[in-house]
């Protein structure tokens, strides 16, 4: 009578063990993926490496008033105005953002319909294990009404 082969058993429980974690990673994966796209007080969506926007969330929606379908595949200096677009000033960042990890900026953004609102931005340089520059995140928040109460509140004093 043989015996049943011991390392067949490791081998069965390594390969459950990765299913495991596979399907946990997935799991955590599609849960952030919920939080991103549910978020509604920060725009937060990703960037290729040349600035083209390739996802969208419910914030960025609600602040700068473009759908999804809208705004993925065109550039984010769409959201600048002019004079920035004009000095090349989007693609700045993402060069900062590039060498420095992340860049960070305070100042007037641009809504679909040319409204304009003042922002908190933050824009992280998103890179692979070997290093290369695989894209961008970015966060806004619209400080509008911030910035609105502190200019009233400089003015009473």
Same mark, same amino acid.
């Given at each position: ?14 390969? @459950? ?12 994966? @599609? ?10 007080? *920060? !725009? ?21 008033? *473009?759908? !999804? ?10 959201? *600048? ?9 989007? @693609?700045?960042?993402?060069?900062? !953002? ?21 922002? *908190? ?26 910035? @609105? ?9």
């Amino acid at each position: 009578m043989t015996q049943p082969h011991k390392n067949l058993s490791l081998v069965s429980q390594e390969s @459950d063990a990765r299913e495991s974690k596979g399907n946990r990673s997935q799991q955590g994966d @599609d849960v952030f993926r919920l939080l991103v796209e549910s978020v509604k007080d *920060y !725009a937060i969506f990703l960037l290729d490496p040349t600035g083209v926007v390739t996802t969208w969330n419910q914030g960025a929606e609600r602040i700068k008033g *473009y759908l !999804a379908k809208e705004i993925i595949g065109q550039h984010f200096s769409r959201f *600048y105005p002019q004079e920035a677009i004009e000095s090349k000033w989007p @693609d700045r960042e993402l060069e900062i !953002a590039s060498k420095e990890g992340r860049y960070t900026d305070e100042g007037l953004r641009v809504r679909k319909d040319g409204s304009t609102f003042w922002a *908190y931005v933050v824009i992280t340089a998103l890179r692979d294990d070997k290093g290369e520059l695989r894209g961008f995140s970015k966060v806004t928040r619209d400080l509008t009404e911030r910035r @609105d109460l502190e200019e009233r509140t400089r003015q009473l004093n």
